[in-house]
């Protein structure tokens, strides 16, 4: 079974810096696509940022300039980098494999206070 576990979140004042950590086991993690999700209470989970095997990277528009994701497959880990947070921003983080999504591991909650 594939398994998912992310770390890294907690509180923190607008403008201020979060570092991110998914850990997976029971795949093949350096050829897959790994993706970064987040949902706040009341709305949709969205799609924030994803890495390729090779390396390529894709941002929402709402995080680009100020998120960063990285893949150490040495580690089968997957980081986000969250810089000039907002309190928009405040959310539960997930990460999955955007093409065949495994189960949701538990997130890890980030708040941004004002």
């Known amino acids: 079974q594939g398994q998912l576990v992310e770390s890294g979140g907690g509180l923190v004042q607008a403008g201020g810096s979060l570092r991110l950590s998914c850990a997976a086991s029971?795949?093949?993690?350096?050829?897959?696509?790994m993706g970064w999700y987040r949902q706040a209470p009341g709305k949709e989970r969205e799609l924030v940022a994803r890495?390729?095997?090779?390396?390529?990277?894709n941002y929402a528009d709402s995080v680009k300039g100020r998120f960063t994701v990285a893949r150490d497959n040495a580690k089968n880990t997957v980081y986000l980098q969250m810089n000039s947070l907002k309190p928009e921003d405040t959310a539960v983080y997930y990460c999955?494999?955007?093409?065949?999504?495994?189960?949701w591991g538990q997130g890890t909650q980030v708040t941004v206070s004002s």
């Open positions: 029971g795949i093949i993690f350096r050829l897959k696509t």
């Open positions: 999955n494999l955007p093409s065949y999504p495994i189960g």
């Open positions: 890495i390729t095997s090779g390396g390529s990277t």
